[in-house]
């Protein structure tokens, strides 16, 4: 194929917006209250001198507020980060993490998978009594024919998204089990991501790890796996929109413990 | 194609990262000072309670600070933005626009092209009192045998994105001319970005226009193509990939004039 | 009496601190959310390199947020400030106003007069529904045998104060009638203040200016006269402290609408 | 004297006002970049529905920018507080202390004493490689004719306000020696202030101590004496006015390792 040919294989494609709007109020884990707030100090208005006029704002949010993704700075056991390295102030700093802060996150340009557990469990929106299981992963990428490869990314669709507008109801949506925190951890994937605000289920101890968000050490820390949180992934399921091309592009914010970011799904149509 | 073949397009790939890093203190238009703040307030440290430890931090940040997408909310002539809806209370709020914000810019997954005319004008960054013409659009294209087509985005390398690092000089280089503006809007682009703080001359009125940053009104207002500032460019222009797939995803900042933004540029190797 | 016995004179004294506690999720009114946000950044840690360290962190906050004092450029009736000044874009600029800002409040240290309402209709906290009305004033100033003279800041205890800690109970507490603000505005007062949110009854129009916060109108566009909000008035209250010195310092934000404040009341004991 | 003359007490008085104003760019200690931030974001515009209209906006800042009071949470010496709490996790935690906040300084209603050295030394401004040492504020307070008392607070002028306007100059203003910091702590007043950046020497180890900014240990960590920064002296000094009524208002919040204030000196005429 040659190089002027490159644009033509996604000439017929199809563009799935995986981020949720971005606005104050919206769900927010306690942690990182209160989210994400915008207000705009320069506005277009008369007498500016010139028929030109500029309107500009200032943002005030938690790098974790909205659809974001996990650094691997961002958690840690023990005291330890991914690869061992311990916390020290040197590494730890007011301004962020002089090591695996967010910036050094390639742009993920890769292979996608989509595991739609709520179709597989027969449900539009799974419970939150009913956490997303290893052998819910397992059947699910059975029936839709898929295997998960080195180096993919795996979404989860649970169909909590669809309750975004409502923040009480979204934040209580349900968790995937540190079973399948693990599976996925053994098949070497570069990220995984769900629709719900913590990927793990939130508020329990894990009886194995003993630890809260057990997911988030299994992945994060023992393994470098990114966490991608809060996605919008009801399209994709809609249209079985199982095997794409996945492009997730972190803000290289020096030294942030994650990033917002607008993930997108690219099909051939 | 099957679609199985899908990701084997990009098998042999190379990503070009197109963001300068973002920290306090880069360099940022008077307008939108302080730029770009950080701070951790979450920690890894001892007696949490658990193994599992969690830090975060929170942004307070313009968004047009370093490498970002201007929305077409971000400009009005008289009074009046892209497509001539007038500037009303109702659509310029406290908390941003109800319409044209950046949550309304598509995830652009498109050809780009790479202009670079310092190598055009044998120097490895232009003076700030060079502008970047009409003449100079024609004659690097010629050079570089592209055409820019309908929906594409093109970027012009002027050589200032290694002057990073020294703000003042950073914000003092050069700009592109009303003239070469005119000349991609007449083309029907879909994007344009530089590797400067502003696209346009600043400081200067355009004698046609009568309006200071002239490409912000050509562009945005009246031709509704979108302007990326601050990128970073030298990459691409040392391995001359002047054709590629472009992909920028603006976050969904409801109501913004504008998302700090990681774009990049991905060719098959 | 002698200079040297000018503390004398306060030898003996009760100040009662009129202030909110200041921490996030605190009652706010809509316009101004999320209202006060406190992060600490830098921390107390070991391996710092010497005995010392330091902590200390971020605020976000809008100015109109807990006990505030507003200031004259807060308000416009007819885009017409305090003194007939029309609202130009010199005036009021994207980081505040040229005139009429916060800082041109000069230190508030004045005769303070309470007016407990409450007390006077016999009650612990007043309904939302019974406003504060201009016989309410006159009625109670006869009962506690003060007089309100010019200069002075009048304070009005609701009883709302003791609703701090349920923002919603709190938001909706009862205000002041358009009747009593211009019975104090005839009085020529210096300021006036509330154990409330908004001084005015929210969320009416009032039926004889045709705007909704009447007294806003009455007292700071129409006679100049600074407005307190969110006072703790429980104590002095309960000790019938009803005549004291009042003293308020604003923070000399440059062109800022208002000023997070902590006003306290002194009485000789 | 009766209750009902309280008022003339200070019925011929002068208050001076010392805090420096408050503006995005003012001199900040590099810790607490970027200092403080205002932006405007509700406007007085027309077509909002009703004559009445309001302009409000958010306020972004170190709590230690500008005219300040240190809380005693803000410093600690080998990971000990004042009173010798050792500073753990339930103390300090991501959003302030939980012990020895700004909210536990009470409204400081006291004498206050100021201490001219620049005058004591014959110039204007001292520079900074002189300190204000032992000597300088015993001389001057004999010269003075003043005594230090328990429970006063000591502000020391050194003419490093007026440099306010250029910050490179201001911040490098001279400090306040150990030695000094010592004496005042022996005299056990409840808090110091100066017109420089951080009371201190800065950039200095001392060497009995072995820290930089010794005085914030011996005052804030082992005296629980308050220090407050960047106070405007140059009225009061122009006036000799060293003995006067002191009043500053630390805004509660919750947790907080400082406050900005505003500052008087009240004096009667």
Known sequence: ??????????????????????YAGAPIFPSHAPGFVYTLHRRHEPDQGEARTGASGMIYAAEH??????????????????????VTPQIQTSTGFTELGVETIEPIFSRGVLLDVARYR???CIEADQPVTREDLEATSQQQEVTIGQGDVVLIHTGNATRWKEPAVYL?????????SQWLADRQVQAVGADNVAWDIVGVIDPDLNVTLPGHVI?????????IENLFLEDL???????????????????GTGSPVRPIAVVRT
């Open 237 to 255: 399921a809609r249209d079985r929109a199982y095997e794409f091309l996945f492009v997730c592009l972190p803000l290289k914010i020096q030294g």
């Open 65 to 86: 507020s909205g659809t974001h993704i996990d650094a691997l700075s961002h958690q840690a056991e023990n005291l330890s980060l991914y690869g061992g390295r311990k």
């Open 122 to 124: 027969g449900v539009d």
């Open 1 to 22: 194929m040659e190089k002027e040919q490159l644009f033509d294989v996604f000439a017929q494609r199809r563009v799935y917006d995986l981020e949720q709007p971005r």
């Open 172 to 180: 209580a949506g349900v968790g995937v089990s540190a079973g399948a």
């Open 219 to 227: 992945l994060l820390v023992r393994h470098g796996i990114y966490i």
